[in-house]
């Protein structure tokens, strides 16, 4: 296919071009890593009998578009954490990903958040495109990756796909040149540009087998790691959590599913995976504090003053609550450092 050329080239060549098109996502976690992983046997035959997650429902699939758009801006503008525009979207996006990682999530809390972001999103975009400038800039760097990147190999895209994107082009570099265009007009076309390179993004082609096999291992890690807890309540449930976030992740890489929602799937799967792990390395924990209030009491050599045993037993009790709760991997690693220093404390009453 010949290259495509864009209206105006020479005079956007001449401008140096500092960086290229962002295409990981400004808010999208950290998804797995395949090559650092071996193949995957058989997983425990629980996990397929735990609910799956639904990533086909309208709402949600209109949500990650908004977050893959919003995630394209913060690339293409100034992700200050000092910036209140940069901040809004940031916090909604948060939001958006909370109520995706919430299985029992209603239409109407992911309708409401969508279109907090897309607010959000709106006045992010105001304060940046005032002129034509960047809209120029970053379709011109659009069609420079786009013409190297068209194929069937992982990481390259359809020709259809990339046909729609250069039809947006086309348009948004013709109000570009309009001198008689107005900033609303540069902003519309700026929207549709994003929106246009979210859904490229989805049509990336990528290895669906690699990240099955990535999947398959961290199901057995997942499985391992709560088996040492096999009594604990808490920790099973945070372990049909993570089941049901594979399922929904399974279910997409064994269908033809676009990129956005196996990338969302992906940071769940991560963030149950994180929580889990947490999670099972406190109940451990705990389990040796609580021998501990079994140790020797009294004022002689080799016991603990009875005060010692109120201040472990509170830590514990306060941890536990922690582990009990719909706690954040964060949350749960604050509670384990707060029971280390207790223990720690209590050791050192030790006469």
């Known amino acids: 296919m010949k290259p495509y050329t864009l209206p105006g080239m020479k005079k956007c060549a001449s401008a140096a071009l500092a960086c290229g098109i962002l295409f990981s996502g400004t808010f999208y976690g950290d998804a797995f890593t395949p090559s650092t992983y071996a193949a995957a046997d058989s997983v425990n035959v629980q996990a397929s009998q735990t609910q799956s997650v639904d990533w086909n429902k309208p709402e949600k699939i209109a949500m990650l578009q908004k977050l893959a758009m919003s995630s394209w801006a913060a690339g293409d503008f100034y992700s200050d954490p000092d910036n209140a525009r940069y901040q809004a979207v940031k916090a909604a996006s948060d939001q958006c990903y909370a109520l995706l990682l919430d299985s029992t999530s209603s239409t ?21 495109i005032r002129d034509a400038s960047l809209l120029e800039r970053q379709t011109f760097q659009m069609v420079r990756m786009l013409n190297a990147s068209i194929g069937t190999t992982p990481g390259t895209y359809p020709q259809s796909a990339a046909d729609s994107m250069f039809t947006i082009i086309d348009q ?15 902003r519309q076309e700026y929207r549709n540009y994003i929106d246009g390179a979210a859904a490229l993004r989805d049509a990336m082609h990528f290895d669906r087998a690699e990240k099955q096999d990535a999947l ?11 088996a040492g807890q096999a009594n604990d309540a808490d920790v099973q449930k945070l ?16 269908g033809t599913s676009g990129l956005l929602a196996v990338e969302a799937a992906e940071r769940n799967v991560q963030t149950t995976y994180d929580k889990l792990a947490e999670a099972a390395l406190l109940s451990a924990e705990l389990a040796q504090a609580r021998k501990m209030l079994d140790s020797p009491k009294g004022i002689r050599s ?9 201040e472990l037993r ?7 609550l922690t582990l009990s709760r719909t706690s954040t991997q964060a949350q749960l690693k604050e ?5 280390a220093e207790a223990v720690v404390r209590f050791q050192s009453t030790l006469r």
């Open 108 to 128: 109407s809390k992911l309708n409401a958040a969508s279109v907090t972001l897309d607010s959000a999103l709106t006045s992010y975009i105001e304060e940046y």
């Open 172 to 186: 948004a570099q013709a109000v570009a040149y309009d001198e008689t265009a107005t900033v609303q007009q540069f």
């Open 216 to 226: 398959g291992v961290k199901r057995q890690e997942a499985e391992q790691l709560a």
């Open 239 to 254: 372990l049909n959590d993570f089941r049901a976030q594979a399922n929904g992740l399974e279910s997409l890489l064994d």
């Open 302 to 310: 080799g016991q603990y003053p009875s005060s010692a045993f109120g």
């Open 314 to 320: 509170k830590a514990i009790n306060k941890s536990a």
């Open 335 to 339: 509670a384990r450092t707060t029971l």
